[in-house]
């Protein structure tokens, strides 16, 4: 076999068994695979190794998942499975089971539809998530997409071309335009500095004390990502997890059955405070967070160190533009702030609302915009 | 710089200009030089990102362009921008000397002012550049699409005067410190490797190399110290550029040995955050000076 046809049976090999332990492999990255192949030669591992983690790998993350990958591989024993993504102990599908009598009611009531409908979504606008039924869930879905979340706006450092006659002089517009006047600058233009929507971070906890909201608060997160590009949506349980990517797909149903394989910790504890640090440390300090309008979806129940909640969200505080803080718990009339978690951290927080309901997320989406 | 042989010859060849390139990073590079493909390096601050690109321009002999990246960075910023205030004056000389106005000259080389990326791509010297695109996860998503654009065929275009594509590519290094994901496509285009904190042989080695004013016996401290504090869980665990700073505070002090006064005074150059400093505190100077002892002992 000439080499050349070598190195691209080997590539192909491996980027298969690379797809099959649940890496993306582009057929791209599996020619550039074969061309480092070429130019290191197939005799050291070491070589080899490197040579698919350069031209494979596009996350530090993956490494580990690549490592067992390559060790099989080269030892050829070719048979790795995915790591066991533990099913996710609860189904995000907004269909769970609930009365059913309540959906005999709703079919006997669903009359003239405009009306009802619209009537329909009054009512659901502020009713309490945790006492949705599985249609009224199935309604707010549908609504949350029109839900439009922007963050405040900044001024940017890009200029946009003004028609006013002041701010800083276009210089580029003025001499186009004097070739009209034979060389003589007399229309002159001018820029002004645009305006910009800050970036939104959505901190979603799904512990088990949050499980009734979650599920509609992470369809909100969801339609806030789908919606604009500068979202960036975590969900914070035991662990942090970042759930951007999967929440990014315009499907909702796949999109929320791909965060929660994402998510493995769904409905367990919380550890608010380490998993605000994780998030301060990975990303939010290092630029996430930075001048961004920070959202935290969550009741305050902490089985972790206040102190540690307490410590990050001042960290968190230095850095944002503005944290909103949604708690479901606060509409209830004699709520008070009583949860440890929820103390501590009450001090770093600029926006303290409810969230409970289609008009309270209302309210989150012009709170964020502010 | 396609003629390099194999891995080995990239890691001397850096060495020889005092960079310590491990396996990994010295394939990265090899690769990058023989499938002339940009190479995006991720990793902590301070672990020596930006300093690959200027080893390879020493060592290559292609003169250094760098182009830091930031929040609303566009094309007149990066590519090119014509000389407006030089084509006004120009308009106005050829006005008052009643000649026509000729358009082409107007738009032409001599009122260009081109920007690191077009100098990258319309170099003309022997030797390619090693551009450095430093940071890009602080520029926005548009840039990075406009980015990937020039790196997929090295080729610029002006509306006004034509294609500039380059002879040879010039060395592309793309750094990013990962506060926000890189765009895939990009990715894809550009070899990865993602740079990790030294262990304590290769970072004394680095001091060996990078502080040569500092002793052995110092330096193995130093190194020991820093890896111990990266163990502590801190905010920002201090990068090889720290270690290099820190010996070097040291030694600018008069020390030639690191003692609990010594860290104490000079702690500021190796931990940037107050309660990183007090974390290191609480957890004990004295400590780390003994966790010192253990790879000299291990020797």
Known sequence: MPPEAEHDRISLAFARVLRGAGLNVPVGSTITFAEALAAVGLDRRDDVYWAGRVTLLRTPEDGDLYDRAFDAFWDGRVEITAPATAAPPLTLAFDADRDESDDENDTTEIGPTMQVRYSRAEVLRHRDFAAYTHAELAEARRLMTDLRLAGALRRSRRRRPTNRERGRPDLRRTVRRSLRSGGEPIDRAFSAPSRRPRRIVLLCDVSGSMEAYSRALLRFVQAAVVGRGRVEAFALGTRLTRITRELSSRDPDAALAAAADRVLDWSGGTRLGDGLREFNDRWGVRGMARGAVVVVLSDGWDRGDPDTLGEEMARLARVAHRIVWVNPLKATPEYAPLARGMAAALPHVDDFIAGHSMAALEELAAVIAK | MTDVKNVDEVREALAAHDYLADEGLATAIFLALRLERPLLLEGEAGVGKTEVAKVLARWT??????????????????????????????????????????????????????????????????????????????????????????????????????????????????????????????????????IGHPDFERELAILRVRAPGVREELARQVAGAVEALRDLDLYKPPGVAETIDWAQAVVALGSTTLDAATVEVTLGTVLKYREDQERARSHGLEQLLNAVERPERAS
Not at chain 2, 61 to 71: A, F, S
Not at chain 2, 139 to 145: K, N, P, R, S, V
Not at chain 2, 163 to 169: D, G, L, Y
């Open chain 2, 61 to 194: 002999g292609g003169e250094l362009i760098r182009l830091q990246c930031y929040e609303g960075i566009d094309a007149a910023q990066a590519v090119y921008e014509w000389d407006y205030s030089r084509q006004l004056l120009h308009l106005r000389a050829s006005e008052a000397g009643g000649g026509p106005i000729d358009e082409d000259e107007l738009y032409s080389e001599r009122f260009l002012v081109r920007r690191p990326l077009l100098r990258a791509i319309a170099h003309t010297g022997a030797q390619p550049p090693v551009l450095l695109v430093d940071e890009v996860d602080r520029a926005d998503d548009e840039f990075e699409a406009f980015l990937l654009e020039i790196l997929s065929d090295y080729a610029i275009t002006v509306p006004e005067l034509g294609t500039f594509r380059a002879e040879t590519p010039p060395i592309v290094v793309v750094t990013s410190n990962r506060t926000r994901d890189v765009h895939d496509a990009l990715k894809r285009r550009c070899l990865y490797h993602w």
